[in-house]
C-alpha cells in the first residue's frame, strides 16, 4: 500500500503544482486522472523520488520514502512521461544494458529475465531491431518491460497512452492489466477511458488538488453531486447528465482544457 500525506510541492518560480495531496493506495491498477498542469508528472516523479516535496509524506509498506528513497528504488519500476532518447541499439541488447545496471549482475540470470520480458511485452519477435526504429507502442511496451526488470512492487507509469493509436493503446493497456494483483500500479492520464475500463481506483488530480477519488464506477453520481466542481466552464453539465457512462461525460467536463494551456487531444471515448 502506497499512502501519500499532505503532500504539496512548489517550484523554485513559485508554481504550486501539488497542494496537500492525500491519496491510499493498493495494490492493483490505479488511475491518476488530470489534465494537462494538473500536477501528475509531480506527483509521480515525488513518488519516484526523483524529486522532494516541499512538504508531506510518502510511506510505501513499511518504508518513510522520504527517508529512505534508495529503499523504495529497489521496488521501483518506473516508466517516465519522456522515455528520452532511442538509440540504434537493438531492443535485447538495450533491456540486458539495463538489466545490468539495475543489478542483476548474474549472466544465465540476466538472460532468462531479459527473455522473459520480451516475450511479455509482445517485443520478442522484434528483440533485434533498434528502438530508433520502433513505433510509439512498441517503445511504450519496451518502456514497460525495463521498467519490470526485477519484479518491482510499485509501477509508475506517467501517461504511457499519450500519442497511442487506439489499437496500440488497448494493446498497452492489456499488458499493465496483466502485471498482476500484488503489485501498486500507478498510471497517470489525460484519457477518462483509461483509468474507466482498468483501473478498480482512480483519483481526479486538478490544479495539485485531489478532486475525487474512488472506484471509476462509484465516481458517478459523486462528480454529478460536486457543486464545488463547478467552475464556470463545467457547471451545469456535471449534475445535469444522467444514466450510465454519464460519469465520463461530467469526467471529460472536469478534465476539458483551461484556456490558454496547452492540451494533448485525448482519443475520443468509445462508449
Ligand atoms: P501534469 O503532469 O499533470 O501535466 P506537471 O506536474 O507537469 O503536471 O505540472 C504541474 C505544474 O507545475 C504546471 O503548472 C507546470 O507548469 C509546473 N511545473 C512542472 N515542472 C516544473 C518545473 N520544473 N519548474 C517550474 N514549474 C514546473
Not at 494537462?36 to 509498506?61: C, E, H, W, Y
Not at 541488447?93 to 542483476?104: E, I, P, R, S, W
Not at 460519469?247 to 494551456?261: M, N, T
Request: proline share 5%; charged share 20%.
Amino acid at each position: 500500500m502506497l499512502v501519500v500525506t499532505d503532500l504539496s510541492h512548489v517550484y523554485a518560480n513559485g508554481t504550486q503544482a501539488l497542494d496537500s495531496v492525500t491519496l491510499s493506495i493498493p495494490a492493483g491498477m490505479f488511475g491518476l486522472l488530470g489534465p494537462n498542469g494538473a500536477g501528475k508528472s509531480t506527483l509521480m516523479r515525488t513518488v519516484a523520488t526523483l524529486q522532494t516535496p516541499t512538504a508531506g509524506r510518502i510511506r510505501f509498506d513499511e518504508i518513510d520514502v522520504l527517508k529512505r528513497p534508495e529503499a523504495l528504488r529497489r521496488m521501483l519500476g518506473y516508466l517516465p512521461q519522456d522515455f528520452g532518447v532511442y538509440p540504434r541499439v537493438t531492443a535485447y541488447d538495450m533491456l540486458d544494458h539495463m538489466a545490468v545496471l539495475k543489478g542483476l549482475a548474474d549472466r544465465t540470470e540476466r538472460k532468462e529475465t531479459v527473455e522473459t520480458l520480451l516475450h511479455q511485452v509482445n517485443l520478442w519477435s522484434v528483440r533485434k531491431k533498434a528502438l530508433a526504429g520502433f513505433s510509439g507502442g512498441m517503445r511504450q511496451r519496451f518502456g514497460i518491460a525495463q521498467a519490470l526488470i526485477g519484479n518491482p512492487r510499485l509501477l509508475i507509469a506517467d501517461e504511457p497512452t499519450a500519442g497511442l493509436d487506439p489499437e496500440e493503446r488497448n494493446r498497452f493497456l492489456n499488458l499493465l492489466a496483466e502485471i498482476g494483483d500484488t503489485t501498486v500500479v500507478i498510471l497517470s492520464t489525460q484519457i477518462v477511458d483509461d483509468v474507466a475500463d482498468l483501473c478498480s481506483r482512480m483519483a481526479v488530480l486538478s490544479e495539485g488538488r485531489i478532486l475525487l477519488e474512488g472506484a471509476p464506477q462509484d465516481l458517478a453520481a459523486e462528480l454529478r453531486g460536486h457543486a464545488h466542481l463547478g467552475s464556470a466552464r463545467c457547471e451545469g453539465s456535471v449534475r445535469a447528465r444522467a444514466g450510465r457512462g454519464s460519469w465520463r461525460s461530467a469526467a471529460d467536463q472536469v478534465l476539458s482544457p483551461l484556456p490558454g494551456r496547452a492540451s494533448r487531444v485525448p482519443i475520443p471515448m468509445m462508449s
